[in-house]
C-alpha cells in the first residue's frame, strides 16, 4: 500500500512565537552564493506549473544590476482544481514566509509582494495575520535575527482574472494596471516590477525551498529521482472516492496508484476514462497509460505535463462534448484580450463546437488544430499557449466516440 510523504503538509504552523526559522538562521550563516547553490543542487524546480529551476533564477537575479530588486510570491491559484497553495497559505503561512525571506535573501531584495487570489479571504485574513506578528517580533522591517538583512512585505489582493497567474499579468497588476501579459524579453529577471529586477515564485516552490535549507529535514533534496527531486503536493478531485490534498515523492509513486491506492479508486461503481493531470491547462492521460511514475520527465513523455499538480479523474459517464465546452467557455472568458490569436481563437473555438452540439455539424478537426497552433505560437504567456492543450487531447484520443445525430466528429 503506498502512503504519503509528509514535509510540506503537517501540523499548522501559526504561532510565529513556536516557529524557529531554522531555513533562513541556516542560509543567513551560509551566505548568499552558498544557499543559491544547496538550491541549484537540489534540482527544485518550480511548483507553479512552469518546472523552471528556482536556483537557476536566483542566481540569475542574484548576478543582476539595478537600483532595488524585488521578490514577488505568486499565490493567485487561478488554475481549475488546485487547491494547495490555499492549504500552504492557511495551514502553514509561517512557512511561506520563511520561503520568501530565503528567496529575498538570496537575491538581495529588501521588498516582497505575495499576491493572493481575491477569493481567498481567509487566507488572506491569516497570512496578514502573519505579517503583523512578524513585524511585531522584529522578525521583518529590521535587521533580521541579527544579519544586514531588512525585508519588507506587501500583500496585494488579486481581483479575480486567471490570467494574473502569469508573471507579467501579476506584476502588472501589482502596478495597479489591467492585469495582460508582457511582451519578453525582457524577462522580469531584468525588468520586472516597477521595471527593476524581480523574481517571481509559486507559494509551493518557496516552501520546498525552505524544506531544502532546513538543517532538520536534509533529506528533502535527495527525495525522488534525477530530474525531479523533493516532493509534490497534489490536489485531488473529480470521481475519486477520497479526494483531497496528498503529498507524494517524486518517482516513487505512479499515476495509477495515486488513484486507484492514495485516493481510493472511481466512486459509485464508475470506470475511468482518463485523467487530467495538471489542470485544465494539461493534455489528458488515458486510463489504460496511467502506469507510470509521476515525475515531470514521464509526464512530458506522454505528451503532457504534471502542471500544477491538481489531478482531475473522470469516468465514463461524462459527455465529452461538454467537457469540452466547459474548458472552451472557461478560456474564452478568461482570456486577457491582449493577444488577438487567444482573444478570437478561444472564441472560435467555443463556437465550433456549439455549433456541433446544436446541429450535429461535423466538425473540421483540422480547422480547431490550426486554431490551436496558432495560439500556442502567438500567445505571449503560458496560460494562452496551453488553452487547447486538453481539448486537442480528447480530439486525439476520443473524436471517433463524439457522435451527435449520426455525425461523427472528426
Same mark, same amino acid.
Given at each position: 500500500m503506498v502512503s504519503e510523504k509528509l514535509y510540506l503538509k503537517g501540523d499548522k504552523l501559526l504561532n510565529i512565537l513556536d516557529y524557529d526559522f531554522k531555513s533562513i538562521k541556516n542560509a543567513l550563516r551560509m551566505g548568499r552564493k552558498e544557499t543559491i547553490q544547496k538550491i541549484k543542487d537540489s534540482e527544485l524546480k518550480g511548483r507553479g506549473g512552469a518546472a523552471f529551476p528556482t536556483g537557476l533564477k536566483w #542566481?540569475?537575479?542574484?548576478e543582476v544590476e539595478g537600483e532595488e530588486k524585488f521578490l514577488v510570491c505568486n499565490a493567485d491559484e487561478g488554475e481549475p482544481g488546485t487547491f494547495k497553495d490555499r492549504y500552504l497559505l492557511e495551514e502553514r503561512?509561517?512557512?511561506?514566509?520563511? &520561503? %520568501?525571506?530565503?528567496?529575498a535573501f538570496a537575491i538581495g531584495a529588501d521588498k516582497a509582494y505575495i499576491y493572493i487570489r481575491g477569493e481567498y479571504t481567509r487566507a488572506i485574513e491569516v497570512f496578514t495575520e502573519i505579517i503583523e506578528a512578524a513585524r511585531k517580533n522584529k522578525i521583518l522591517d529590521s535587521k533580521i535575527f541579527d544579519s544586514n538583512l531588512k525585508l519588507e512585505i506587501k500583500l496585494v489582493r488579486g481581483a479575480g482574472a486567471y490570467v494574473c497567474g502569469d508573471e507579467t499579468s501579476l506584476l502588472n497588476s501589482i502596478e495597479g494596471k489591467r &492585469?495582460?501579459?508582457? %511582451?519578453?524579453?525582457?524577462?522580469? %529577471? #531584468?525588468?520586472?516590477?516597477?521595471s527593476q529586477p524581480t523574481v517571481v515564485n509559486n507559494v509551493e516552490s518557496l516552501c520546498c525551498a525552505a524544506e531544502v535549507l532546513n538543517p532538520d529535514s536534509e533529506e528533502f533534496a535527495n527525495l525522488g529521482i534525477e530530474g525531479s527531486r &523533493? !516532493?509534490?503536493?497534489? +490536489?485531488?478531485?473529480?470521481d475519486l472516492n477520497k479526494p483531497g490534498l496528498y503529498e507524494v515523492e517524486f518517482g516513487k509513486i505512479t499515476l495509477k496508484e495515486i488513484i486507484y491506492d492514495l485516493a481510493g479508486g472511481i466512486k459509485a461503481g464508475e470506470n475511468l476514462k482518463f485523467v487530467i493531470p495538471g489542470g485544465i491547462s494539461t493534455a489528458l492521460i488515458t486510463a489504460k497509460d496511467l502506469d507510470f511514475p509521476y515525475s515531470y520527465q514521464a509526464f512530458e513523455k506522454r505528451g503532457s505535463s504534471l502542471g500544477s499538480g491538481a489531478v482531475i479523474a473522470v469516468s465514463k459517464k461524462h459527455d465529452l462534448l461538454d467537457l469540452m465546452l466547459n474548458v472552451s467557455k472557461f478560456y474564452m472568458d478568461e !482570456? +486577457? &484580450?491582449t493577444c488577438f490569436p487567444c482573444r478570437e481563437g478561444n472564441r472560435q473555438i467555443n463556437k465550433i463546437l456549439k455549433e456541433f452540439k446544436n446541429s450535429g455539424q461535423k466538425i473540421d478537426a483540422e480547422l480547431i488544430s490550426d486554431i490551436g497552433n496558432t495560439i500556442r505560437l502567438a500567445a505571449r504567456c503560458g496560460l494562452g499557449q496551453s488553452s487547447l492543450n486538453f481539448i486537442s487531447?480528447?480530439?486525439e484520443n476520443y473524436g471517433q466516440e463524439l457522435k451527435i445525430g449520426g455525425k461523427i466528429y472528426a
Open positions: #542566481q540569475l537575479a542574484a503561512p509561517l512557512k511561506v514566509l520563511e &520561503g %520568501i525571506m530565503l528567496a &492585469g495582460r501579459s508582457r %511582451i519578453k524579453p525582457p524577462y522580469p %529577471i #531584468q525588468e520586472g516590477l516597477f &523533493g !516532493t509534490k503536493l497534489l +490536489c485531488l478531485s473529480g !482570456t +486577457c &484580450g487531447s480528447v480530439i
